[in-house]
C-alpha cells in the first residue's frame, strides 16, 4: 500500500507566512501597510504585491528616527507611531493614498504597537481601514504614561511634539 504525503511550503513549516490570511489581503488589490515590530525597533513598509513577487514602494525603520533626533526608546508606543507617521508621508510621496494593515503573525491586540503605527499612517493621510476602539488613547501616544515615571517628565512629551513636526516636512 502507497501512501502519498504532501510537504507544506518551506515558509509555512517555519511558521513565517499564513498562506491563507496572505491570499485575502492580497485579494484586496491594495497596497499592504506592513508593520512589524521587534523588541528593539519597529518597521513599517507599503508593499505591493507582483507575480515575480512584493514590491517595497516606501518604508520606515525606528532607526531613522534617530536621525530626526529622537533619543528615547525606539521600541515604545510614541516611537511605533512617529514611525507610522513618517512611513506614511513617505507613501504620500510616492502617490499611495490607501493601503490594508497586515500585522502578519503577530495577534493583534488593542491598544498596541502595531495599531500606533497605524494610527501615525492614518494621520499621514493614508486611507487604512480600522476601527476606533483598537487605536491606543492618545495620552499614551503621547508618551504621558512614560512620563509619568520617568525623571525627563515633559521631555518625551516635548521632543515627541518637535518630531511630529520634523516628520510632517519629511516626503
Given at each position: 500500500?502507497?501512501?502519498?504525503?504532501?510537504?507544506?511550503?518551506?515558509?509555512?513549516?517555519?511558521?513565517?507566512?499564513?498562506y491563507k490570511k496572505r491570499i485575502r489581503l492580497l485579494?484586496?488589490?491594495?497596497?499592504?501597510?506592513?508593520?512589524?515590530?521587534?523588541?528593539?525597533?519597529?518597521?513599517?513598509?507599503?508593499v505591493s504585491f507582483?507575480?515575480?513577487?512584493?514590491?517595497?514602494?516606501?518604508?520606515?525603520?525606528?532607526?531613522?528616527?534617530?536621525?530626526?533626533?529622537?533619543?528615547?526608546?525606539?521600541?515604545?508606543?510614541p516611537a511605533a507611531y512617529l514611525t507610522g507617521l513618517l512611513a506614511g508621508h513617505k507613501a504620500k510621496g510616492k502617490g499611495i493614498s490607501?493601503?490594508?494593515?497586515?500585522?502578519?503573525?503577530r495577534s493583534p491586540v488593542k491598544g498596541s504597537r502595531i495599531f500606533a503605527c497605524l494610527k501615525g499612517a492614518v494621520d499621514a493621510g493614508i486611507d487604512v481601514p480600522y476601527s476606533e476602539e483598537i487605536l491606543p488613547s492618545?495620552?499614551?501616544?503621547?508618551g504621558k504614561h512614560i512620563a509619568n515615571y520617568r525623571k525627563e517628565k515633559a521631555e518625551i512629551v516635548k521632543a515627541f511634539e518637535e518630531l511630529k513636526i520634523k516628520i510632517a516636512k519629511v516626503k
Open positions: 500500500m502507497k501512501t502519498n504525503f504532501n510537504v507544506q511550503k518551506r515558509r509555512k513549516r517555519e511558521g513565517k507566512t499564513n485579494m484586496s488589490n491594495k497596497t499592504r501597510l506592513v508593520v512589524r515590530p521587534s523588541n528593539a525597533n519597529m518597521l513599517v513598509q507599503f507582483d507575480q515575480k513577487g512584493d514590491n517595497t514602494l516606501a518604508s520606515a525603520s525606528s532607526k531613522e528616527l534617530e536621525k530626526l533626533g529622537w533619543k528615547f526608546s525606539k521600541s515604545s508606543l490607501e493601503a490594508v494593515l497586515d500585522v502578519g503573525l492618545e495620552d499614551r501616544i503621547k
